[in-house]
């Protein structure tokens, strides 16, 4: 039968696209790890979070997933080759110990990680995006990220408070390998100061490094964040960071004034030292104000913990020189009571004569008679006058 007029001529035969369709559909889905739940399905997003019976990242993830995260688990040691190895039937992973080739984010918040051994995250060749944020990390392999070359965004906020100086060195030499990295989290860390390293990504494009202990940024910083070859320069954020306003801050100022673009919360930057600049806009002072006399005053500010624990020892030595004193007199007790006793007995006959005098002087019988006056003269009898 001819095709009506006006209706377009079927293309071609539907049924065998239809067919494709179907059996692509019939193929049953990867199960969803125990303990875990599946968006979409597998392959899309894995959420898995267990409390605290989760000690090691689960092994029965789907081989094609794409998105795993773990939360509020207990995982405390992340141990070499912790996403590799073996699979859930106990058979090595295809390719050399990649079992998860094809996941490209990975979420470990909030899981009390405390170690992160070298090579950790072995058998994550596409891994792109990493979160640690919100574990109290102590010690960090310096080969922790090794082999995670497609990475572009990490992220390490609230993460390294407690580590010190040498959680700092370790980040330091574990960022070195990661040329591709374009994202890195550092805020609210008590950071004094950046890991060069950090600072020297060829490819990085931000770096947040609010709510630290930064109390500014030295010309090597700033000449770290600098880029050659066309290479855009990095993003900075730097506000909530304790800056000190002295004649060492002046760099960062200029470098703030001919690159605010750069920063984008430098309107937020404010100084906390010295006293008469405190919480003043960064951005609004003169550099006429930035004076190396400034840092006299705080070094007295800086100084006031010592001198106030000076104060402490002086109140300790005083309070026992007293307590010395008041056992002096304790043992001596009677020879005071005796001295006491004869202060008293001789401030009594001293003033019993006191007493004794005045009584002697207001007795009237005591009175001399007045003296005749020296122009006359007594009269006798047998005078005749």
Do not use: K
Not at 113 to 118: A, F, N, T
Not at 204 to 217: F, I, K, M, S, V
Not at 268 to 289: G, H, N, T, V
Not at 367 to 379: D, I, L, M, N, Q
Request: aromatic share 4%; proline share 9%; with cysteine.
């Amino acid at each position: 039968m001819a095709p009506r007029s006006g209706q377009p001529e079927p293309r071609g035969p539907l049924l065998p696209g239809l067919l494709l369709v179907a059996a692509a559909l019939s193929q049953p889905a990867a199960p969803c790890p125990f303990q875990c739940y599946c968006f979409g399905s597998p392959q899309l997003l894995l959420r898995c979070a267990s409390g605290a019976e989760l000690r090691q990242p689960p092994r029965d993830v789907p081989p094609d997933a794409r998105n795993l995260t773990i939360v509020g688990a207990n995982l405390t040691v992340l141990r070499a080759a912790a996403f590799a190895g073996e699979d859930a039937d106990g058979e090595e992973g295809a390719a050399g110990g990649v079992r998860l080739p094809f996941l490209t984010a990975l979420r470990l918040t909030h899981n009390n990680i405390e170690v992160v051994e070298d090579g950790a995250f072995d058998g994550l060749p596409s891994l792109a995006a990493l979160d640690l944020s919100h574990n109290p990390l102590r010690a960090l392999g310096a080969g922790a990220f090794r082999g995670l070359r497609a990475l572009s965004s990490l992220q390490l906020n609230h993460a390294l408070v407690r580590g010190g100086p040498a959680l700092l060195a370790a980040l330091n030499a574990a960022l070195a390998p990661l040329d591709e990295l374009r994202l890195l989290g550092l805020a609210g860390n008590a950071l004094s100061r950046l890991p060069p390293a950090a600072l020297l990504r060829p490819r990085l494009e931000q770096l947040d490094a609010r709510l630290n202990a930064l109390a500014g940024l030295g010309p090597d910083d700033l000449r770290a964040l600098e880029r050659d070859g066309g290479l855009p320069a990095p993003r900075l954020l730097l506000a909530d960071n304790p800056l000190r306003c002295g004649c060492a801050a002046r760099p960062l100022l200029a470098w703030l004034r001919n690159a605010t673009e750069r920063v984008p919360d430098a309107r937020r930057l404010r100084c906390a030292s010295p006293r008469q600049l405190q919480d003043r806009p960064f951005l609004d002072l003169d550099e006429a104000r930035l004076r190396c006399a400034d840092r006299d005053a705080e070094d007295i500010e800086l100084a006031g913990p010592e001198l106030e624990a000076s104060y402490v020892f002086f109140g300790l030595v005083l309070a026992l020189i007293g307590l010395i004193f008041l056992m002096v007199l304790y043992l001596n007790r009677r020879g005071i009571q005796r001295w006491m006793r004869n202060l008293r007995e001789a401030c009594r006959d001293q003033m019993e004569g006191y007493h004794y005098r005045y009584e002697q002087d207001a007795d009237p019988r005591r009175v001399p008679a007045p003296a005749a006056p020296a122009g006359s003269r007594a009269t006798s009898p047998s005078s005749g006058l």
